[in-house]
């Protein structure tokens, strides 16, 4: 834990705090009374960010689980005894409409979902996987040039989790096909424009167990909360279907009240009150 005294200010603090493309460090203090929002908004300013109830802090505790830092509580008391203080600047709620961000706002929305992209938070088909990175290639590189973009010239960059020779081929393909001398700015507004539309979009995905001891994974975003096997959405329920969620230990539980439409339209009817019970991992 870094810190130096001054008679006029007291105790000071420094840490690092990791941006999106993992490459940029910028060195903050604070002192013992200040609160998360304090890092938070010096780090919006630096980078020029206006949408800054979207963005947040996290870190990782002793016992190794990844946190978030709370906006309203003293920084110092949520990081206690961790050394070195390291946090990683990351979207911490995805907007509905990421272009009624500024500029700055959506490319630091772009850095994130190229991130997620890389870890597997979002789940898409093989020709979408293609067409994200593509897009990517194409804001990175720029345009196709046989000259310069020679053999399996993307296989070094990391752009999927799952990333075969096979997606490689096909990104590949989609990035000589593009249009030539294309605004940077619209490229990244084309890649959103797609993630946006993908149900994971926004998604952290969490491992957990159904009623039935079934293996299966949860996510929540500005839609609602979606459960999730083999990487395709098995159960979507809206806000407004959700009547009150808890959590007992482990368990995840979330009153329902929807509109059954399993059955045949005549048989059209509403439940009142059906569960979601989870366990987490």
């Excluded at 996987?129 to 070094?156: K, M, R, T």
Aim: one cysteine or more.
């Amino acid at each position: 834990m870094s810190m130096f005294k001054s008679k006029n200010e007291g105790n000071i603090y420094k840490c690092t705090v990791r941006l999106l493309d993992d490459t940029e460090l910028i060195e903050c203090e604070f002192q013992p009374f200040h609160r998360g929002n304090y890092l938070v908004e010096y780090i919006c300013d630096q980078l020029n960010i206006k949408e800054r109830d979207y963005f947040g802090l996290r870190y990782v505790d002793n016992s190794k689980q990844r946190q978030w830092l709370d906006l309203g509580k003293p920084i110092l008391k949520q990081i206690k005894d961790l050394d070195p203080m390291l946090f990683s600047f990351r979207v911490k709620f995805y907007p509905a409409d990421p272009f009624r961000l500024t500029n700055q706002g959506r490319t630091m929305l772009y850095q994130q979902l190229k991130r997620d992209l890389r870890h597997g938070r979002i789940y898409c088909s093989v020709g979408e996987a293609a067409a994200l990175g593509s897009l990517i290639v194409q804001e990175e590189l720029g345009d196709y040039n046989e000259e310069i973009h020679v053999e399996n010239y993307v296989a070094s960059m990391n752009l999927a989790l799952r990333q075969t020779e096979s997606l490689e081929r096909k990104i590949i393909e989609l990035h000589k096909k593009r249009e030539p001398r294309q605004n940077p700015s619209e490229v990244v507004n084309e890649f959103l424009s797609i993630v946006s539309s993908l149900e994971t979009y926004g998604i952290d995905p969490h491992p957990v167990k159904d009623h039935r001891g079934s293996q299966l994974y949860i996510g929540i975003n500005y839609t609602g909360i979606s459960t999730f096997i083999c990487g395709k959405r098995s159960q979507h329920f809206r806000w407004n279907e959700v009547q009150k969620i808890n959590f007992e230990g482990k368990m995840f539980i979330a009153h329902l009240s929807y509109t059954d439409a399993s059955r045949e339209a005549k048989d059209f009817h509403l439940t009142t009150d059906p569960m979601l019970l989870l366990e987490l991992y």
